[in-house]
């Protein structure tokens, strides 16, 4: 079941930048632990970046690490990616992630324990 919303999706040219939102109409994520996956088409759901209920620990995997920042405002009950210096490796749907664990949203995501939303399609080309 969805229970987030993605968007700020789109195209864009090699180097530019995309910030992408996931808020969450019908629960509070002020507790929650937030995470962004990706998936490109023929493989399989990675994990991007991810962060715990308060935004001030953040970790990101090795390909985005220094072009992306995950960011949040409890306040907005909102969640973002601000995605600089687009490659277009980094084509794919962005799918926001939601659950009390770090560690699940990190490396365990559970749709029994979490929340995903319906993904965001980004696509980076000239």
Sequence with gaps: QVQLVESGGGL???GGSLRLSCTAPWFD??????GWYRQAP???REWVASCDST???TDYT?????????????A???AYLLMNSLK??????YYCYADLSLDR????PNAATGYWGQGTQVTVSS
């Excluded at 994520?29 to 937030?34: D, L």
């Excluded at 090795?62 to 409890?74: A, P, Y």
């Design 105 to 108: 949203v990190r490396s365990r």
């Design 29 to 34: 994520i002020s507790s929650y632990a937030m």
């Design 55 to 57: 935004g001030e620990t």
């Design 76 to 78: 907005k009950n909102t």
């Design 62 to 74: 090795d390909s985005v690490k220094g072009r992306f920042t995950i960011s949040r405002d409890n």
């Design 42 to 44: 023929g493989q399989g």
């Design 12 to 14: 864009m040219q090699p």
């Design 88 to 93: 277009p490796e980094d084509t794919a749907i």
